[in-house]
Structure formats: structure tokens, C-alpha cells
């Protein structure tokens, strides 16, 4: 069977962010699978140029240049979720656990399996094909870590697994520099400059071709904090290497002493993080910038510009998260609809800058007579709505009657500007549309009964029809 899907769904992850770190993993493994070809090529040729890339760099290990082929492939191969996937994934993984444990079981002399023997004639003297002793250590950790992958129920291994690959990386990169600096061999990780790049980068890949993974998360979520790991992790693990390499050359070409060394060090050290705290401020502050102005358009979205009230569309949203909370918690909330009577009458008579001023003051009257948690929104025209959260049809008449008489008690310009009200409590069965058509047939029986009054849906037929 293939491995399982990995296409994150969750809200808080940026697929675009999700298709780069895969898009990073796989460009990794075809640079790995040319050069390690290219490498073994030169091995079985004898040829230490085409072993070196044609640039003259100290040629990888044979078994090593053999190791770095499996990773490669095994890492395109997992990359599409094929039914031959995780088949390849064991195969690739059992196969690199061999190469390393076969290579280590050379180093302490228990078989002769001639890698020692297979020697490449290079400018820096004759290399033997066998990998180093901590190469070997490394790639056992590498074909864990493959297996891991294997076993997606088991993330936190391959996570804990890929920080240890990670810190081998680190540390072959940093000795490398040390060594290049002294122009003496280290004991630690000896890795020629190819295989130490190959390991970081791969390293790095293999927790790129599936970043949903705790371990990658963060680097992959939407917001702030993804944002920051994407530009900030990979200098944070590569700045502590570059220093290392710029200290040795500093302390080998220029001759300084110690504890000009200690002083430089702290400067370089303290600057770099001055300059990273510096760069999170600034990100941060225009960040919060972009999210307001993103608050600023969503307001104005859900805003009727005229009366400063929530829009048709902002309270369809709350209505449908309201009528979903009464099923889910059974949690009464009820319906008030408003028109304004003989609107229309107003604005031919006063004309439609007066009717504005009407709209403008309804909007200030609405909105400072309801409670926090209740809505009021124009739904369109001269019709208004209101949302009473957590109450029962009681409540919401005696809100209803009290809005009424703020209306007789308002001082309008021209002339006295009523308004009719029909209520209406969720039932079980409502969903958005059949409450507003329960409150819009109380409305159109405020209308018929004379206007300027408050009806209860309950009192009226199912059949009644809308005010016009």
C-alpha cells in the first residue's frame, strides 16, 4: 500500500509555504542522485577527475558516494505515494543500514569485504573507498531515520531522529571549515566538502518532504511565527558553523592571540544576535501593520457605510454561527425585524440626503440600545435587524417595545419617523432562512395592523406573507 497522504488540510498551514520546503526536497535529491552518480562513476573509472566533479575538490568516499545514491533515491521515491513506496522506503532503508554497518563492521575488523582495498589514486594521495568511522555512525542514524519515515504513526522518532542528523550535519560542517583553516585532518567527522554539504542539505530535506511533521510545523504554519522560522532557522543553524570556519581562518592567517580571539568572537556573536533580534522587531512591527490594515478592509466589508451598522453579510454570518450553536447547545436566541414606516413617503417628501440623516440616526439609536453580545445590522433598504443572543421571545418584546418608543421619543427632523418590529424565538427545526421568514411574516403583520407596533411570529400564520 503507499504511504499515507500527506497533503496538509489543517487552516493553519500555508500550502504554499508546504509546496517550497517539497519543492527544496526534491531538488536536494536529483543534485545528490548526479553527484553521487558522477562520484561512483570516477571510482569505477579510476578516474579521480570525474570523481572530484571536474572542479578539482577532494573526491567523496566510494561506499559513501554508494550511501548518498540510496538516500537519493529512496527520497524521490516517497515523494510521490505510489504502491511501490513504501516497499522502496524499507528496501532504501535496509540497504543504507547495510552499507553503514557493513562499512563499520570493516572499520573493527570482523569482515573483509575489500572496501578498504578499492583505493581512487587523488592529487592529495591515494582514498580508500571506505567511508570514515563516524560516516558510518552517520548513516546508521540516516537509514533510522528512513525507516522512521516509513511509520508515519511514529513521527516523534523520525523527528528526534532528524535532529540528530541535523547536529552531525552541523558539526561535519563546522570541522570541515576548522580543517580547511589548519590544513590538518580532524579525527571528529573527517567529510570531504562535498559529502559534508550533501549531509547537511540532506538532512534538511528529509524533514522538508514532510513539514507537517511536529518537528516542521512551525516552519510551514501561516502567521508570524512560520513566517520568522522560514527566514530565521537556516541562519541560526548556519551562522554558528560560518563563525567557527571565519575564527580559525582569523586566528591561522592573521596570528592574533586568544584573547583578542575570546574578544572578536563575542562582538561577531553579539552583533549577529543584536542584528536578528533587530530583524524580528522590524518583521514584527510590519506584520502588525499589514494584519490592522487587513482588520481596517475586513470592517469595511462587513460594515454598512451609511449607518456605521454590522452589513446583510456580516449578520448572515452570525446568524448561520447562532442557529448552529442552538443545535449544538440548545441555546435560545430570538429575531427582531424592522422597517421603517412610510420611508419611502420621507425621502419623496424631504428628499434622499434627509432619509440619510434618518438611516445615520436609526444606526446610532440601534447600536446604543442592546447589549454587548447582541447584534444590530441593516439587512437592506430601510429594514433593520436585530440578534438577541441567549434570549426568549419575553425578552425580546419587551426589547422590541423599548426600541419603539426610543423612536416616538427621538427628535426627528421634519417629522416623527416610526417603526415596526417583528420578533421572532429560534425553534428546533429553524435554519437561517425559515426564522427570517417567520420574523419577516410577523414584520409584514405589524404593517397590516396598522404600523408602528410590535407582533410576535407565534401569533401569526405560518403562510403570512412579506411587507413590501
Given at each position: 500500500m503507499p504511504l499515507p497522504p500527506h497533503d496538509p488540510t489543517p487552516a493553519d498551514i500555508d500550502p504554499g509555504?508546504?509546496?517550497?520546503?517539497?519543492?527544496?526536497?526534491?531538488?536536494?535529491?536529483?543534485?545528490?542522485?548526479v553527484i553521487g552518480l558522477l562520484t561512483l562513476l570516477g571510482w569505477l573509472l579510476d578516474s579521480v577527475v570525474l570523481a572530484g566533479l571536474f572542479v578539482g575538490l577532494p573526491p567523496m568516499h566510494g561506499i559513501t558516494a554508494c550511501a548518498f545514491l540510496v538516500v537519493a533515491v529512496t527520497l524521490l521515491a516517497i515523494r510521490h505515494d505510489r504502491r511501490w513506496s513504501v516497499p522502496l522506503?524499507?528496501?532504501?532503508?535496509?540497504?543504507?543500514g547495510g552499507l553503514a554497518v557493513a562499512n563499520l563492521a570493516e572499520h573493527f575488523g570482523l569482515v573483509d569485504l575489500g572496501f578498504a582495498r578499492w583505493v581512487l589514486a587523488s592529487h592529495h594521495g591515494p582514498l580508500s573507498a571506505r567511508m570514515p568511522l563516524m560516516s558510518g555512525f552517520v548513516f546508521v542514524l540516516f537509514s533510522?531515520?528512513?525507516?522512521?519515515f516509513c511509520r508515519p504513526g511514529q513521527a516523534w522518532i523520525g523527528d528526534a531522529l532528524a535532529v540528530l542528523l541535523l547536529g552531525a550535519s552541523m558539526v561535519a560542517l563546522a570541522t570541515l571549515g576548522v580543517t580547511v583553516a589548519k590544513g590538518e585532518p580532524s579525527t571528529l567527522i573527517p567529510a570531504t566538502p562535498i559529502a559534508a554539504v550533501l549531509l547537511f542539505t540532506n538532512s534538511l530535506a528529509w524533514i522538508a518532504i514532510r513539514p507537517e511533521t511536529p518537528l516542521g510545523r512551525i516552519s510551514v504554519a501561516r502567521g508570524i511565527g512560520g513566517s520568522f522560522a522560514r527566514r530565521l532557522l537556516l541562519p541560526a543553524l548556519l551562522l554558528p558553523m560560518v563563525y567557527a570556519w571565519l575564527l580559525q581562518w582569523t586566528r591561522a592567517y592573521l596570528g592574533i592571540d586568544d584573547v583578542a580571539l575570546i574578544a572578536l568572537s563575542a562582538v561577531v556573536t553579539g552583533g549577529s544576535v543584536a542584528s536578528l533580534v533587530w530583524y524580528v522587531a522590524a518583521s514584527s512591527e510590519r506584520a502588525e501593520q499589514q494584519q490592522a490594515q487587513v482588520r481596517r478592509l475586513t470592517d469595511v466589508a462587513r460594515t454598512d457605510a451609511l449607518t456605521g451598522l454590522p452589513n446583510r453579510r456580516s449578520f448572515d454570518e452570525t446568524l448561520a454561527r447562532l442557529v448552529q450553536r442552538r443545535r449544538e447547545n440548545d441555546r435560545n436566541f430570538c429575531l427582531l425585524m424592522l422597517d421603517l414606516d412610510h420611508f419611502k413617503r420621507y425621502n419623496d417628501s424631504f428628499g434622499h440626503p434627509a432619509g440619510d440623516v434618518v438611516l445615520r440616526r436609526v444606526g446610532a439609536l440601534l447600536r446604543h440600545g442592546l447589549r454587548?453580545?447582541?447584534?444590530?445590522?441593516?439587512y437592506g433598504g430601510e429594514e433593520f435587524v436585530v440578534l438577541l443572543a441567549d434570549s426568549a421571545e419575553p425578552v425580546a418584546l419587551q426589547t422590541a417595545e423599548r426600541i419603539r418608543h426610543a423612536f416616538l421619543a427621538e427628535d426627528w427632523p421634519h417629522r416623527p419617523v416610526t417603526v415596526s418590529i417583528g420578533v421572532a424565538q429560534v425553534r428546533a427545526?429553524?435554519?437561517a432562512q425559515s426564522l427570517v421568514a417567520r420574523a419577516d411574516a410577523a414584520l409584514y403583520?405589524?404593517?397590516?395592523?396598522?404600523?408602528?407596533?410590535?407582533?410576535?411570529?407565534?401569533?401569526?400564520?405560518?403562510?403570512?406573507?412579506?411587507?413590501?
Open positions: 509555504a508546504v509546496r517550497a520546503f517539497r519543492t527544496y526536497a526534491m531538488l536536494v535529491a536529483w543534485i545528490t542522485l522506503c524499507l528496501f532504501g532503508a535496509l540497504a543504507l533510522l531515520r528512513t525507516l522512521a454587548p453580545d447582541d447584534l444590530a445590522a441593516r427545526e429553524d435554519d403583520a405589524a404593517k397590516q395592523q396598522g404600523r408602528n407596533r410590535v407582533v410576535s411570529a407565534d401569533q401569526q400564520p405560518a403562510t403570512a406573507q412579506s411587507a413590501s
